[in-house]
């Protein structure tokens, strides 16, 4: 029996120069099968809200749906190290942070992420100040997609890279134990993993970081109406699935 992912593993990875395998759960069996093949990380990620909900962003997801779908993966029991988002607008404050990561620690997380940098650092420090291991977002923030008109590439200005640079230093000093990096572009991203102490989760921010991260729709090809850019799904999925269907439905009628 595989022994039991803690955030001083994760960490030890990367001093190890581990890299670090990251994946979306969002259930059950999900949770179960990635844990059974191995993945270190896992995270109920809130873009649950796009491949499961069938909203148009993650700015729609509550904190009641993610408790629910937080619960369902906890019940896998993984080895693997589980997290939750922290959805949108649900660590305004610093104690509507503190009492809502309690809520999804509740419903099983063993670990919280939040989206940003400087700027909600008393809310990570109250975070980790109560217990709660934390990890950091940075990049491009889907929480914001609404107000920055879209998904775009971040560091690629000196304004932009200074301020990734300072917001990675100011997590990681203030207890988070890994940070996302989301479309950073990948020269910063490099650098930030060089920076700081703690791992590096990439996500479209090129190979350098300690660890990758993905939606496991987009790794298999099981949400196949859009892929990002930076994907290379491992399998079709969604096209076997309509495949087999037809099948059985072609065989119901001959018979």
Request: charged share 20%; glycine share 10%; hydrophobic share 45%.
């Amino acid at each position: 029996m595989n022994s039991k992912i803690t955030i001083e593993t994760i960490r030890a990875m990367k001093s190890r120069g581990e890299k670090i395998a990251a994946l979306t759960a969002y259930d059950y069996p999900m949770a179960k099968l990635l844990d059974e093949a191995g993945v270190p990380l896992l995270l109920v990620g809130d873009s649950v809200g796009m491949v499961v909900l069938g909203y148009p962003d993650t700015t729609h997801v509550t904190l009641a749906e993610m408790e629910h779908h937080v619960r369902a993966a906890a019940r896998a029991k993984t080895n693997a190290l589980l997290g939750g988002d922290l959805p949108f607008q649900s660590y305004e404050t610093v104690a509507d942070a503190v009492a809502n990561a309690q809520r999804l620690v509740v419903a099983g997380a063993e670990y919280v992420k939040a989206e940003g940098g400087r700027d909600i650092l008393p809310q990570v420090q109250a975070i980790v100040a109560a217990g709660i291991p934390f990890c950091g977002h940075l990049g491009m923030l889907p929480q914001h997609v609404l107000e920055e008109g879209g998904y775009h590439i971040k560091g690629k200005k000196d304004e932009e890279h200074q301020r990734l640079l300072a917001d990675a230093k100011a997590l990681a000093e203030a207890g988070a134990f890994a940070i996302v990096l989301e479309l950073v572009t990948p020269p910063v991203a490099r650098e930030i993993t060089q920076l700081i102490s703690v791992p590096t989760i990439g996500i479209g921010s090129g190979p350098d970081c300690d660890g990758q991260i993905l939606v496991w729709q987009d790794l298999t090809g099981s949400f196949p109406w859009f892929t990002p850019r930076f994907v290379k799904p491992k399998l079709s999925c969604g096209a076997e699935i309509k495949a087999a269907v037809t099948a059985w439905k072609n065989e119901l009628g001959a018979r």
